[in-house]
């Protein structure tokens, strides 16, 4: 392995998942859900393998999904996009972020990250040989220190990259970080890439806002999302990026000699699924929320501090109050003490020194949060 990469060896998720599988402990490490999504949506998938969708489709993804996504665009966010040129499927969010990252940066090049940060980011920037430059959540409300941001800014840097519901810490970033975002990239004239994934799954009140939406930002934005988590398909492997055709051409260009192609009966399926009513789209909403507020109660009647979820599948406790320290050594004695596995949030750091903060994933059936719930309840 080439020696930029050294250090990428081990992966979080597989290393908690064992760990489950082998104390027989409720796995809420991963972010994958139990049960599979809306039935008409995986019925799509099966019709179209029998109606013969099953050679290499199209580079960009087939027309009818393209067409789904550019409406689904247009009906929730105002946003338009080309179908030709403005739009390209992906092996899931995770090849749209990682061509668009090597489509664009030069080895040396800067690119600017929120920490924590998604694991698959950090590698990305690996692979095109630059440099993360990563910037705090701040506070007890983890805010994006905007400030911090525009301050590390430099003469290198190329990208910002924007998760937004955001993983792992559950903050959906308000219009005054978004806007805040946005002026610098404005200013200093940088690309931003997104990573909506969780953009259906808000909690409360809380609204998922596009950084595209907002002015001057649609020309300079690569906007990603996927299928996997809005439908509980996270196997097959479904995202797209929406970007001005230069930059869709780039990520093809990428993508092309990645994967080629993927999924061709699934992205009939997704188009289908993407066309569902809002209603549908309300209650995946409100079925992740309740699956939230069914966990919540048994972290903090086990002495964790919750910290505040407004969306993803993700909340985020603090072990402190318990005299923990090191979030990765709680995470590998949960299992055995309770039965319950999680994944520790200092993973998602470019520096993974001991922090006390516990990943959980609610995006499971309500017995098997409450059960969940039960078990770490005992834990005290
Ligand atoms: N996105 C999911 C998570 O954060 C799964 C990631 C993975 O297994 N690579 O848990």
Avoid at 285 to 297: C, I, S
Avoid at 337 to 351: H, L, T, W
Wanted: glycine share 8%; aromatic share 8%.
């Amino acid at each position: 392995l080439v020696p930029r990469l050294r250090g990428f060896g081990s992966n979080i998720f597989a290393e908690m998942s064992a760990l489950a599988t082998a104390e027989g402990a409720i796995n809420l490490g991963q972010g994958f859900p139990d049960t599979d999504g809306p039935a008409e949506v995986l019925e799509a998938a099966v019709d179209a393998i029998h109606e013969g969708h099953n050679q290499y489709p199209p580079v960009r993804g087939i027309p009818v999904l393209r067409e789904a996504i550019a409406t689904h665009q247009r009906n929730r966010y105002g946003l338009t996009w080309d179908l030709e040129t403005e739009i390209v499927v992906t092996a899931g969010a995770n090849e749209a972020m990682t061509a668009t990252i090597l489509a664009t940066c030069e080895s040396g090049d800067e690119v600017l990250l929120i920490e924590p940060a998604f694991d698959s980011y950090w590698v990305a920037i690996a692979m095109a040989g630059a440099k993360p430059v990563a910037v705090p959540l701040t506070g007890p409300d983890q805010r994006v220190d905007v400030e911090r941001l525009a301050a590390s800014v430099t003469d290198r840097t190329r990208l910002i990259i924007v998760n937004s519901p955001h993983n792992p810490s559950g903050r959906v970033f308000d219009a005054d970080e978004l806007e805040g975002i946005a002026t610098i990239a404005r200013e200093r004239d940088l690309l931003v890439v997104t990573d909506e994934v969780y953009e259906h799954l808000t909690f409360d009140d809380a609204v998922h806002l596009p950084i595209a939406t907002l002015p001057g930002m649609r020309e300079r934005t690569i906007s990603i999302s996927s299928a996997g988590k809005t439908f509980s398909v996270t196997g097959w492997k479904i995202g797209w990026a929406c970007a001005p055709a230069p930059l869709v051409q780039a990520v093809q260009t990428v993508k092309q000699f990645m994967t080629f192609v993927n999924g061709a009966p699934f992205q009939y399926a997704i188009a289908r699924g993407l066309l569902l009513p809002p209603e549908r789209f309300e209650q995946i909403r409100a079925d992740l929320q309740r699956g939230r507020d069914l966990l919540v109660p048994g972290l903090q009647a086990a002495g964790l501090q919750v910290l505040p979820s407004q969306g993803t599948y993700f909340v985020t406790a603090d072990i402190s109050p318990l005299g923990e320290t090191d979030g990765h050594e709680f995470c590998r004695s949960l299992p055995r003490r309770c039965g319950v596995a999680a994944v520790p949030s200092q993973v998602f750091y470019a520096d993974p020194y001991p922090r006390p903060l516990v990943r959980f994933a609610v995006c499971k059936q309500p017995e098997v949060l409450a059960e969940a719930a039960d078990r770490l309840a005992g834990l005290n």
